[in-house]
């Protein structure tokens, strides 16, 4: 069973970048697509991103389109989340998950990390 592990989130002014890192372990991530989500205080889990087991066609949510990237590094046993042009908006709980099977945008992923926060200031 694999486990995931959330770090780099912290406090960022608006307009600012972070990149946080999901690491995982028990299992090996190349056979795992990996999506990305966010709980913003007062508010539901969200979708942000999400990554194939190839790492090809990485898809995301408009919100963060052209912003965020999700990249992951199978030697490393890792997936990536960059983001830049951070928003005040952006301000959650970031997960990550992982599943052998599924890849999309709802909560069917098997694994979930603990999260990490990621506060943007205005």
């Known amino acids: 069973q694999v486990q995931l592990v959330e770090s780099g989130g912290g406090l960022v002014q608006a307009g600012g970048s972070l990149t946080l890192s999901c690491a995982a372990s028990g299992g090996d991530i190349s056979s795992y697509a990996v999506g990305w989500f966010r709980q913003p205080p007062g508010k539901e889990r969200e979708f942000v991103a999400a990554?194939?087991?190839?790492?090809?066609?990485?898809y995301y949510a408009a919100s963060v389109q052209g912003r965020f990237t999700i990249s992951r590094d199978n030697a490393r046993n890792t997936v990536y989340l960059q983001m830049n042009s951070l928003k005040s908006e952006d301000t959650a709980v970031y997960f990550c998950?992982?599943?052998?099977?599924?890849?999309?945008?709802?909560?069917?992923?098997?694994?979930w990390g603990q999260g990490t926060q990621v506060t943007v200031s205005s």
């Open positions: 998950a992982a599943d052998e099977i599924y890849y999309g945008e709802t909560h069917a992923y098997d694994y």
């Open positions: 990554i194939a087991w190839t790492g090809t066609s990485p």
